[in-house]
């Protein structure tokens, strides 16, 4: 179902004009499903004003991500889970395991964009380039993109959704109409989740250990997230209590952890936690152990990806943790 958020603001948006828009702010507020919802909306057969119809030909194909006026450029790791189909030959690669799917927008899939925004549109409503995440465009691709935004075959529109817009180049930044995502207020946020399945009481939790962006919140709940380890797992941690962390993957933990962190960084000074219920976390911790700990979390975040041992990770990021969380604090 689309978040009232999310249809509060296609509505704002199909009211205006533009042939190419950047969606931006920070992830988990929804800008793919805005961007798809504008796709749809002006690929739709009989469009309201809210958006879509939803069931004529063209809505149709878009739901079962056939519609040949509609080219989505993603990186492939993020199309596998979104559900879009790769290229034939993409596919057949990944396949057989010449390469892995691609975390970045490739050069290959760009080309065939650029190919087919110079076709004719096959059922007359003019077509669409849906580029998500934007920032993941190196850039060859970014150049490439940028040349037909400048230079738009006449019947081609764009929405670039964006997750990190300062990352995009300048000049693509300035051919775009930007729209910053709205926050929806908690109230929206948890009935939002509750819909998606999010037990009543887990969804105030998981919507907090997300920051307030609620479709990281959905993510965290899919991914086995569960509401009472995260509201324990600090203190448990400093009485060096593991179990509930223990299987978090290497991202996850560092991520936790420097949630964690701030909020302790916040609460020392005075403002409110952001990630935890005040009454979660350990007690004040020094703020030169808790600054020293934060700036090796970062160091850590950037190889995070590739751990030389999983293992030995965890038990240093533990080991760190402890340290710092049993810092003495002097008032
Ligand atoms: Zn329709």
Known sequence: M???WIAAQLRQLLAQRGHAWLLQGPSGLGQYSLALGMAQAWLCDQPTPDGACGH???C???EVRAHTDLAVLMPETVMLELGWPLGEKAQADIDDKKRK???EIRVEAMRDTLEFAQRTSGRGRGKVVLVYPAE???QVTANALLKTLEEPPGDVRFVLASEAAHQLLPTIRSRCQAHTLAWPTADEAEAWLREEGVPAPAAPVLLRAAGGRPEDALRLHRGGLDARAWSQWPKALVRGDIAAIADWGPAQLVESLQKLCHDLLAVRSG???RFFEEAD???AASVGA???WWGRLAETSRTVEHPFNAGLMLEDLVAQARAALNSKAYP
Do not use: F, I, Y
Request: proline share 21%; net charge positive; charged share 10%.
């Open 101 to 103: 799917p691609s975390k």
């Open 290 to 292: 808790l600054t020293g």
């Open 281 to 283: 976390l350990p007690p």
């Open 136 to 138: 993941r465009m190196n």
């Open 60 to 62: 149709h194909q878009v």
């Open 56 to 58: 004529c030909e063209s």
């Open 271 to 273: 403002a409110a936690p």
């Open 2 to 4: 689309t978040a009232p």
